[in-house]
């Protein structure tokens, strides 16, 4: 038999459910808006101060229920300072969450492989505001290579071409050592050992790297395209690489003239031995694979592009001057089949 106080308990037990139900349904609820929300946190901030903050932004509709959920959730020294960014569509308590694991806003940024340092300078002005000078001049700094660890005259070729996600707050320092990290994971133990027992060190390992990175287009000739150069190196040849003479040149678009050929700079190959004093663009790690592992068992040193992506390789410099001739051969007739309004 139920009495009128017992009644009572089971009302005000069920309005508390219910209060506190609701109250979780209201916190738990999807916002929608136009356009995504930055704010930033500053270091030190108390809860009430936090909250402030995310009212202001619209972010939260009550600071004292936002300050008043933290503290049941217990999280009310674990907030993160940063920046964040939410939306199009989000919950207070996703907000809340976000704070809580430091998860700050940023974005994804892709660095192609063969990118070159100032290519990637002008990536992450574009994508994270970070300037270009600024990173340029870290870059060709000699103690920032030295604290990295490195052995170089420079930083190019060790900005490693990957997919990352920065923090919209990353400085140039930052964004450089990330990348040059990911570099010095890939040129782990099996690789140095590698170039150890080639006499190689790991400058001259991301060196080759980088040219074979700058000549090759298919995965399939990077290996043939290395044991081309291991092979005129071994032989105490001139590598005549073109891409080292744009490199020399700053001229990366423009068809190279036998007048290039002549200009004076340590990285043109075609004028000095062996390989250039640094890397000249960013390898991927199937270049830098290649470098070490060459095709075996090939007495190929010279190659000439098709045009197509593809290169016509060749063991004697009469092979290759015969390769040269059949493909610019090959090249006026199809310029003359397009000009006539040939096909086929």
Known sequence: MWFPRDLAIVAAVGLVLFAVTSQMMWFMATHEIDSRILVEIPQGASVRQIASILEEAGLVRDAGKFVAATRVLRLTDRLQAGSYE???RFSELKVLMALKYGEVAGRHLTIPEGYRASQIAALLE???SIDPAEFMELVHDPEFITSLGLSAPSLEGYLHPDTYRMRLDTTARGAI?????ETQRILDDRLTARAESLGMSVHEVVTLASIIEAEAMFDSERRRISAVYHNRL???????????????????HRRLLYEDLKVSSPYNTYRNSGLPPGPICSPGRRSVEAAVFPLTNTREFFFVARGDGTHQFSRTFDEHLRAKDTIHRKRQSQDFSLDSGESG
Do not use: I, K, Q, S
């Open 234 to 252: 071994r032989n105490g040849w001139r590598l005549e690489a073109d891409p080292t003479v744009r490199y020399a040149l700053g001229n990366y």
């Open 177 to 181: 050592e990330t990348m040059v990290a």
């Open 126 to 128: 574009g994508v994270l």
């Open 86 to 88: 939410f939306g199009p």
